[in-house]
Protein backbone atom coordinates (compact mmCIF):
# COMPACT_ATOMS: atom_id res chain seq x y z
CA UNK A 1 0.00 0.00 0.00
CA UNK A 2 2.75 2.29 1.18
CA UNK A 3 4.43 1.90 -2.52
CA UNK A 4 1.20 2.88 -4.82
CA UNK A 5 1.09 6.14 -2.30
CA UNK A 6 4.42 7.06 -3.04
CA UNK A 7 4.02 6.59 -6.89
CA UNK A 8 1.14 8.51 -6.26
CA UNK A 9 2.65 11.63 -4.70
CA UNK A 10 5.37 11.58 -7.18
CA UNK A 11 3.47 11.66 -10.23
CA UNK A 12 1.12 13.80 -8.62
CA UNK A 13 4.05 16.57 -7.86
CA UNK A 14 5.42 16.26 -11.21
CA UNK A 15 1.83 16.46 -12.79
CA UNK A 16 1.40 19.66 -10.40
CA UNK A 17 4.83 21.18 -11.54
CA UNK A 18 4.11 21.09 -14.98
CA UNK A 19 0.30 22.56 -14.46
CA UNK A 20 1.72 25.36 -12.46
CA UNK A 21 4.16 25.75 -15.16
CA UNK A 22 2.10 26.12 -18.15
CA UNK A 23 -0.91 28.01 -16.24
CA UNK A 24 1.83 30.83 -15.35
CA UNK A 25 3.34 30.82 -18.50
CA UNK A 26 -0.05 31.34 -20.36
CA UNK A 27 -1.13 34.35 -17.89
CA UNK A 28 2.52 35.98 -18.21
CA UNK A 29 1.77 35.43 -21.99
CA UNK A 30 -1.84 37.11 -21.99
CA UNK A 31 -0.54 40.09 -19.97
CA UNK A 32 2.32 41.05 -21.75
CA UNK A 33 0.10 40.82 -24.94
CA UNK A 34 -2.74 42.83 -23.01
CA UNK A 35 0.22 45.32 -22.91
CA UNK A 36 0.91 45.47 -26.39
CA UNK A 37 4.17 43.58 -26.26
CA UNK A 38 5.68 42.76 -29.63
CA UNK A 39 4.63 38.53 -30.43
CA UNK A 40 8.28 37.58 -31.17
CA UNK A 41 8.80 37.19 -27.48
CA UNK A 42 7.44 33.72 -27.63
CA UNK A 43 9.13 32.63 -30.39
CA UNK A 44 12.31 31.40 -29.62
CA UNK A 45 14.50 32.09 -33.18
CA UNK A 46 17.18 29.84 -34.70
CA UNK A 47 20.11 29.90 -32.73
CA UNK A 48 18.46 30.55 -29.32
CA UNK A 49 18.41 26.82 -28.44
CA UNK A 50 20.60 25.67 -25.95
CA UNK A 51 20.39 22.30 -25.54
CA UNK A 52 23.72 21.76 -27.13
CA UNK A 53 25.42 23.72 -24.49
CA UNK A 54 23.89 22.13 -22.12
CA UNK A 55 24.49 18.67 -23.27
CA UNK A 56 28.01 19.57 -23.11
CA UNK A 57 28.04 20.45 -19.52
CA UNK A 58 26.26 17.21 -18.56
CA UNK A 59 28.54 15.06 -20.29
CA UNK A 60 31.72 16.66 -19.11
CA UNK A 61 30.68 16.50 -15.85
CA UNK A 62 29.60 13.21 -15.91
CA UNK A 63 33.54 12.32 -17.61
CA UNK A 64 34.75 14.75 -14.54
CA UNK A 65 32.52 12.34 -12.10
CA UNK A 66 34.04 8.78 -13.72
CA UNK A 67 37.13 9.92 -13.76
CA UNK A 68 36.64 10.78 -9.74
CA UNK A 69 35.17 7.97 -8.87
CA UNK A 70 38.53 5.83 -10.79
CA UNK A 71 40.84 8.26 -8.78
CA UNK A 72 39.25 7.61 -5.54
CA UNK A 73 39.26 3.88 -6.32
CA UNK A 74 43.55 3.91 -6.79
CA UNK A 75 43.42 6.10 -4.09
CA UNK A 76 41.48 4.13 -1.42
CA UNK A 77 44.28 1.19 -3.08
CA UNK A 78 47.01 2.77 -1.90
CA UNK A 79 45.66 3.48 1.55
CA UNK A 80 43.68 6.47 1.83
CA UNK A 81 40.08 6.18 4.07
CA UNK A 82 37.35 5.63 1.23
CA UNK A 83 34.67 7.95 2.91
CA UNK A 84 37.63 10.63 2.49
CA UNK A 85 38.70 9.57 -1.14
CA UNK A 86 35.49 8.69 -2.55
CA UNK A 87 33.34 12.00 -1.59
CA UNK A 88 36.58 14.13 -2.34
CA UNK A 89 37.76 13.02 -5.62
CA UNK A 90 33.60 12.92 -6.93
CA UNK A 91 33.34 16.51 -5.63
CA UNK A 92 36.84 17.51 -7.88
CA UNK A 93 36.23 15.64 -10.48
CA UNK A 94 32.62 17.06 -11.01
CA UNK A 95 33.63 20.67 -9.96
CA UNK A 96 36.61 20.40 -12.89
CA UNK A 97 33.89 19.24 -15.03
CA UNK A 98 31.70 22.20 -14.71
CA UNK A 99 34.79 24.26 -15.12
CA UNK A 100 35.49 22.40 -18.40
CA UNK A 101 32.24 22.90 -19.55
CA UNK A 102 31.76 26.65 -18.44
CA UNK A 103 34.95 26.96 -20.73
CA UNK A 104 34.06 24.53 -23.64
CA UNK A 105 30.53 26.75 -23.81
CA UNK A 106 32.33 30.09 -24.06
CA UNK A 107 34.45 29.35 -26.49
CA UNK A 108 31.59 27.43 -28.46
CA UNK A 109 29.74 30.96 -28.13
CA UNK A 110 32.25 32.91 -29.38
CA UNK A 111 32.79 30.60 -32.60
CA UNK A 112 29.13 31.33 -33.11
CA UNK A 113 28.64 35.40 -32.93
CA UNK A 114 31.33 35.00 -35.84
Known amino acids: ?11 GSMFAVVYIFLTTRNKERMALIEKGAD ?5 AGPGKSNI ?11 IGIGIGVLLA ?4 QNGM ?13 G ?3 LLAG ?7 KDDKKE
Not at 102 to 108: I, L, Y
Open 73 to 76: SLLS
Open 52 to 62: GLIVLNFALMA
Open 95 to 97: GLG
Open 1 to 11: MEEALIVFIIF
Open 39 to 43: AKLFK
Open 102 to 108: FFASRKF
Open 81 to 93: DEEVAFPAMIFIG
